[in-house]
């Protein structure tokens, strides 16, 4: 089973970024569509933004234009470079693995690391 291990999380102002980062471990990375999911309180876990075994992304509406998500096959990461950051994007953020096989299931989970927009 993989192992996912966030980081880059923080404090940033409104209209500022961050980049987050996940590193994978224990099964080849390059099996896995990668996924960043965020929660906020009192609310539920929501896509962010997906990245496919060969590279193509997917956004939810509220990131489109403002957030990437890449990856690096060889360093076993998956990157959420997100720009113009603003208040309502405070959650904590998750990295997610679906096994190329099992696209339907809920996959493996980081511990999260939390992101807070505010000045």
């Known amino acids: 089973q993989v192992q996912l291990v966030e980081s880059g999380g923080g404090l940033v102002q409104p209209g500022g970024s961050l980049r987050l980062s996940c590193v994978a471990s224990g099964t080849p990375f390059s099996i896995y569509n990668m996924g960043w999911y965020r929660q906020a309180p009192g609310k539920q876990r929501e896509l962010v933004a997906s990245?496919?075994?060969?590279?193509?992304?997917n956004y939810a509406d509220s990131v489109k234009g403002r957030f990437t998500i890449s990856r690096d096959n060889a360093k076993n990461t998956v990157y959420l470079q997100m720009n113009s950051l603003k208040p309502e994007d405070t959650a904590v953020y998750y990295c997610?693995?679906?096994?190329?096989?099992?696209?339907?299931?809920?996959?493996?989970w980081g511990q999260g690391t939390q992101v807070t927009v505010s000045s």
């Open positions: 990245i496919t075994t060969g590279g193509s992304p």
């Open positions: 997610n693995a679906k096994p190329i096989w099992l696209p339907a299931s809920s996959g493996s």
